[in-house]
């Protein structure tokens, strides 16, 4: 079946860090793929998404590549704030019959400070 | 506009009670989700509902757990005779068709003593 690995949290970065979050899938066909952000004490959020191979998706000073070829979607932001903590979830879906259900990575924790 | 809503936000039982879990999905979202979040762990899917029916509910773990969405819009999940081992967050998600972006609740925190 579909699974999603993410990079094992947590991560702690200092302001204006780099960042990577390294996310890879297995899927039976060609899924679209997310990342999601959780904010403490809010609920899950779409940050970003990428449909087909070679697109990227952007938001927030966020990015992520659809790789086909490695079967990855690593989420890159080139100067993160504190308010940026959050735990981050890759995702992906694919039909599955008439649905479109999400199957989510395990989380990584991000806690950037000032 | 208006989220999705979900009620109670934390629920506390017994094992062996029954409980019953509401989602209040975006006002014209036909599709509907419910996944279940344990601690340190991303969400995991349960049934998904296209309009009144249920259209997989292939995540259901077994026969305790059972969801109905009588009118096509609020949804409610039901659990029998819980366990200690359903103690988790419930999210429920909705799209305004199965192919677009699901928007999340803030969930309902289950523990059960």
């Known amino acids: 079946g579909d699974s999603v690995t993410q990079m094992e949290g947590p991560v702690t970065l200092s302001e204006e860090a780099f960042l990577t979050i390294n996310c890879t899938y297995t899927?039976?066909?060609?899924?679209?793929l997310f990342w999601y952000v959780q904010y403490p004490g809010e609920g899950l959020q779409l940050l970003l998404k990428?449909?087909?191979?070679?697109d990227k998706g952007s938001n927030k000073g966020f990015e992520a590549t659809y790789r086909k070829e490695t079967t990855s979607f690593h989420l890159e932001k080139g100067s993160v704030q504190v308010s940026d903590s959050a735990v981050y979830f890759c995702?992906?879906?694919?039909?599955?019959?008439?649905?479109?259900?999400?199957?989510f990575g395990s989380g990584t924790q991000l806690t950037v400070l000032p | 506009g208006a989220g999705v809503s979900q009620t109670p936000s934390n629920k506390v039982t017994e094992k062996g009670k029954y409980v019953e879990l509401r989602c209040d999905p975006i006002?014209?979202?036909?599709?509907l989700y419910w996944y279940r979040q344990s601690l340190g762990q991303g969400p995991e899917f349960l049934i998904y509902?296209?309009?009144?029916?249920?259209?997989?509910d292939s995540g259901l773990p077994n026969d305790r757990f059972f969801a109905v969405r009588p009118e096509g819009s609020v949804s409610t999940l039901k659990i029998q005779r819980t366990e200690r081992g359903d103690s988790a967050v419930y999210l429920c998600?909705?799209?305004?068709?199965?192919?677009?972006?699901?928007?999340f609740g803030p969930g309902t925190r289950l523990t059960v003593l």
């Open positions: 998600a909705s799209s305004l068709g199965e192919q677009d972006t699901q928007y």
């Open positions: 899927a039976t066909g060609y899924p679209s």
């Open positions: 990428a449909t087909k191979a070679d």
């Open positions: 995702a992906l879906s694919e039909l599955s019959g008439s649905a479109r259900q999400l199957t």
């Open positions: 006002s014209g979202h036909t599709a």
């Open positions: 509902f296209q309009g009144t029916g249920a259209a997989d």
